[in-house]
């Protein structure tokens, strides 16, 4: 079982750029899908990004595609999500996840983070 911490959140105004991180722990980290997804008032929790084992493919969801960028550091242990060109509808608390397949991650299996708040004025 990784578990998992995120940090970098913050309040940003809209058009501005944040960067989470999520830190696992667990020397299996390295063979793990990662990604990330967020949670809005009063709404379900959605997918918003993914990254395979290596870092070699990634997923968006349509809403962030060309804005958020995910990668991974082996060496760190760590996961980030670039967030640029930020909107009032990102504000959520986003959440870092692990799985044993990109498919599982994807679905919102897996483990997950405490998550970070994120708020974007406009």
């Known amino acids: 079982q990784v578990q998992l911490v995120e940090s970098g959140g913050g309040l940003v105004q809209a058009g501005g750029s944040l960067r989470l991180s999520c830190a696992a722990s667990?020397?299996?980290?390295?063979?793990?899908?990662m990604g990330w997804f967020r949670q809005a008032p009063g709404k379900e929790r959605e997918f918003v990004a993914a990254?395979?084992?290596?870092?070699?493919?990634?997923y968006y969801a349509d809403s962030v595609k060309d804005r958020f960028t995910i990668s991974r550091n082996g060496t760190k242990n760590t996961v980030y999500l670039q967030m640029n060109s930020l909107e009032p509808e990102d504000t959520a608390v986003y959440y870092c996840?692990?799985?044993?397949?990109?498919?599982?991650?994807?679905?919102?299996?897996?483990?997950w983070g405490q998550g970070t708040q994120v708020t974007v004025s406009s």
């Open positions: 996840a692990a799985g044993s397949t990109i498919d599982v991650v994807r679905a919102g299996g897996g483990s």
């Open positions: 667990g020397s299996l980290f390295s063979s793990y899908p």
């Open positions: 990254i395979n084992w290596n870092g070699g493919n990634t």
